[in-house]
């Protein structure tokens, strides 16, 4: 019989109190799945699709089992590993509370921020670090932390973990941790880039899927927008014009730059979001974004794993994703968490049929039209409308002040910091 509620599990009583605190008493499934095998002390592979609560099926049995401990300064007991700032803030914040809760300090370890102010963060005592491979990486070489102390390890979205970019940094990481530490990897899709760490450093994985094998998100329904180039610019102008909040993806972070100020001169409300922004940016445009100051979100792929924007309806592919999972984890930040919601995709004549291998490589089956600017199919699909013509203008987000950190969170950056120490140089290129 399916577990119904978090009092099946073996959880400490401060966090079962802690949940219902916040409202939570039904597990979703990725967590009825995992928690028993997590709370054991397996090592466990964990597939949900995004936004179906792998942070709490990796966090409550990580809080759960540190519980009661105290960490020596620079010396954590549990270690998360993410591939983003966003992502990163995203896990502390939904952490923080049930932290609390069993008296456990956590540390935010990312690049963009103040290095100095992570270190003093680190020394003070943490027993639960969340971190970017590149700037844990950092602080490990200045002398500021070490990771022998660390039982229990988790990679959330894994596969991105496991992309060469990243993996010569996790490998460096995994090594240090403690050899007989329990090791947790979760994420929306586990392909073959993440049997490598698997073969590496689990021991006798359980392994939880609680989606198809091709992890397609079924709560979304998905429309492939074919556009001939002349129109596509109108097109995007309409759709970004829309009620409500839109993200709309794009290649790079030159043409998302162009893009929002191309929207802004037509009177939509629009900002650019990715990488080359810094890291006070960054979060001052998500808040404008959740706010509703910014309607339509131009991002780079920096803004597909991590982002949770709560009521997002539609996510626009404006250029289309080179693999099926970064389609996913594109999408994937609509329709979370049981709710439902519009994948969009504008097609040119050309990628329509790189398009069509990506979707069935994907299991999805998409509906498909020919569309113009200011045709009533457009309309349907997409809620699209005519931009006023006025242009707008937004405050800009390097006006306002970087976010002082709160207790042992330290900041939600990435980059590279510079260190006050001579240091080795990080093995590998700089991941977030």
Do not use: W
Request: charged share 20%.
């Amino acid at each position: 019989m399916p577990t119904s509620t978090f009092n099946d599990f073996a959880l400490a009583p401060a966090l079962q109190t802690a949940l219902v605190a916040n409202g939570i008493t039904e597990p979703f499934p990725i967590q009825t799945a995992t928690l028993p095998d997590s709370l054991a002390g397996r090592d466990v592979l964990g597939r949900g699709r995004t936004g179906s609560g792998k942070t709490l099926a990796f966090g409550l049995p990580l809080l759960s089992r540190t519980a009661g401990q105290r960490g020596r300064p620079g010396r954590p007991l549990a270690l998360v590993l993410v591939p983003t700032r966003e992502l990163a803030q995203q896990v502390t914040t939904a952490l923080t509370p049930y932290a609390r809760a069993v008296n456990l300090r956590i540390a935010t370890v990312v690049g963009g921020l103040s290095l100095g102010r992570q270190a003093d963060a680190l020394r003070a005592g943490a027993e639960v670090v969340v971190a970017t491979p590149g700037r844990l990486n950092d602080l490990i070489n200045r002398g500021d932390c070490r990771l022998d102390q660390v039982a229990i390890t988790v990679l959330d979205e894994a596969d991105q973990m496991a992309d060469m970019g990243f993996l010569p940094q996790v490998t460096v990481l995994l090594e240090q941790v403690a050899p007989k530490g329990q090791r947790m990897l979760f994420s929306a899709t586990l392909d073959r880039g993440v049997d490598r760490l698997v073969r590496r450093f689990l021991t006798d994985p359980v392994s939880h899927s609680v989606d198809p094998g091709t992890a397609t998100v079924t709560a979304m329904t998905h429309h492939l927008l074919h556009v001939d180039a002349a129109d596509k610019p109108a097109a995007t102008a309409e759709i970004a014009a829309r009620d409500g909040r839109t993200i709309m993806f794009i290649g790079t972070k030159h043409r998302a730059d162009r893009l929002a100020r191309q929207l802004l001169s037509k009177g939509v409300r629009a900002a650019a979001l990715h990488g080359g922004k810094s890291q006070p940016q960054r979060t001052r445009i998500l808040e404008q974004f959740r706010n509703g100051q910014v309607t339509a979100l131009v991002a780079t792929d920096v803004a597909a794993r991590g982002i949770h924007i709560d009521g997002l309806d539609m996510v626009v592919n404006v250029d289309p994703p080179a693999e099926a999972k970064d389609y996913l984890h594109r999408g994937g930040r609509t329709a979370r968490a049981g709710e439902s919601g519009v994948v969009v995709t504008l097609v040119l004549p050309e990628q329509r049929r790189d398009m069509d291998r990506l979707m069935a490589t994907a299991g999805i089956r998409p509906e498909s039209a020919r569309v113009r600017s200011g045709d009533s199919e457009l309309a349907r699909v997409t809620g699209a409308r005519t931009p006023s013509g006025v242009p707008v203008t937004i405050a800009s987000p390097a006006a306002a002040p970087a976010a002082r950190p709160a207790h042992r969170t330290t900041g939600t950056g990435t980059g590279t910091g510079r260190s006050r120490r001579p240091r080795r140089r990080p093995v590998g290129p700089r991941a977030e």
